[in-house]
T-cell receptor
């Protein structure tokens, strides 16, 4: 079956860097998604990784290691607006997404 | 409209009542999805549709039904609501499904309380 693990909550300081980890177990691998969800709002797409390595998009980067079943989201130069939950998701054998419970990121001034 | 909309925004419902949550998208996306989101749990897929005229069961389909008569609309019906169906419901769409890994666009959600 599928299983996705993320830390429940993390705290970081404005201007700093934070790394949010995600480990997964799948019967087959077809990529990994990261979404951002502000409180009371809908999730929005951040990144999709299918190959090993780091992909950078401005202040946000996402890393994947398929052999280790591991990904992380790296947020640099943290801003207060980055306070949100970050969701990790992988497709299952029916190509539908299985979602982690999300990591709530709290940014302090 | 632009994007994906859901109605109602929130609803309080008596147990045993029938309820339909509406979802409409104007992006001409082929695939649509219904999720529920509960505190401490990830988004869980209820039903999906890879294209108009077809639907499939997700992880938690019991107590829910869907239809996909056309590309734009994907209503979710609770035939006889129970308190365990209290949740936030998100509709989403993507360019295609069923083997294509495309970004999903989410509606604003419907907060449903069943008493």
């Amino acid at each position: 079956g599928q299983n996705i693990d993320q830390p429940t909550e993390m705290t970081a300081t404005e201007g700093a860097i934070v790394q949010i980890n995600c480990t997964y177990q799948t019967s087959g691998f077809n990529g990994l998604f990261w979404y951002q969800q502000h409180a009371g709002e809908a999730p929005t797409f951040l990144s999709y990784n299918v190959l090993d390595g780091l992909e950078e998009k401005g202040r946000f980067s996402s890393f994947l290691s398929r052999s280790k079943g591991y990904s992380y989201l790296l947020l640099k130069e943290l801003q207060m607006k980055d306070s949100a939950s970050y969701l990790c998701a992988v497709p299952d054998s029916n190509y539908q997404l299985i979602w982690g419970a999300g990591t709530k990121l709290i940014i302090k001034p | 409209i632009a994007g994906i909309t859901q109605a109602p925004t929130s609803q309080i419902l008596a147990a045993g009542r029938r309820m339909t949550l509406r979802c409409t998208q104007d992006m001409r996306h082929n695939a649509m999805y219904w999720y529920r989101q509960d505190l401490g749990l990830g988004l869980r897929l209820i039903h999906y549709s890879n294209t108009a005229g077809t639907t499939g069961k997700g992880e938690v389909p019991d107590g829910y039904s869907v239809s996909r008569a056309n590309t734009d609309d994907f209503p979710l019906t609770l035939a006889s609501a129970v308190p365990s169906q209290t949740s936030v419901y998100f509709c989403a769409s993507s360019t295609s499904g069923g083997g294509s890994y495309n970004e999903q666009f989410f509606g604003p959600g419907t907060r449903l309380t069943v008493l």
